[in-house]
């Protein structure tokens, strides 16, 4: 157990519909950072957010955006989904942003998303 | 760009036997290497990591890896597999934003 809970834990929607998808960090952990894992691949970087500023984003477009609360924990937000958009989301947290020996990020469980 | 390659998409082999699996990665300065395991439907969970220092790094469940700076890769090893190792196995490489392989599925023949 990392202490990162993401919900919900599966998702169906519809294309052109838009979602959100919620992560609390583990107690401690001011950064978050996302991941989308299609079938089959590796997780892709989103974003991250640290002390609730985007803090660096992957190759996504805009229409996958982020927040981040003062209680450090986040939202994934995907606007007019895609078909393609169904996959795994990973929410990791870590105990700050960047890189280093003791900046380990742990995961949660995942929401799955389909796209229908 | 830095990348992240595990040759092998999937590999069986029998319990009680040993196990490596290939990472290599693309990138000149320190780095920082992750393995982590995933179960059918769970997150991602670290088995070990490498910063710097001794090469050769234990992490959970019997798993060891070597960083090879001239070869470019960390590759993870079990001396003897339990049927329980059946799983994704995932190579990261990265500091802020973790770079990940496609991933090895391990299967455990009986």
């Known amino acids: 157990e990392t202490g990162v809970t993401q919900s919900p834990t599966h998702l169906i929607k519809t294309r052109g519909q838009q979602v959100t998808l919620r992560c609390s960090s583990q107690s401690g952990h001011n950064t978050v950072s996302w991941y989308q894992q299609a079938l089959g691949q590796g997780p892709q970087f989103i974003f991250q957010y640290y002390r609730e500023e985007e803090n660096g984003r992957g190759n996504f477009p805009p229409r996958f955006s982020g927040l981040q609360f003062p209680n450090y924990s986040s939202e994934l937000n995907v606007n007019a989904l895609e078909l393609d958009d169904s996959a795994l989301y990973l929410c990791a947290s870590s105990p700050f942003a960047g890189g280093g020996a003791k900046n380990i990020q742990y995961f949660g469980a995942g929401t799955r998303l389909s796209v229908l | 760009a830095q990348s992240v390659t595990q040759p092998d998409i999937h590999i069986t082999v029998s319990e009680g036997a040993s196990l490596e699996l290939r990472c290599n990665y693309s990138?000149?300065?320190?780095?920082?290497l992750f393995w982590y395991v995933q179960s059918p439907g769970q997150g991602l969970q670290l088995l070990l990591k490498y910063f710097s220092g001794d090469t050769l790094v234990q992490g959970i469940k019997g798993f060891e890896a070597e960083f090879k700076r001239s070869q470019s890769s960390f590759n993870l090893r079990k001396p003897s597999v339990h049927w329980s190792d059946a799983a994704e196995y995932f190579c990261?490489?990265?500091?802020?934003?973790?770079?990940f392989g496609q991933g090895t599925e391990l299967s455990v023949k009986p």
């Open positions: 990261a490489w990265g500091g802020g934003k973790l770079i």
């Open positions: 990138y000149g300065a320190t780095p920082y």
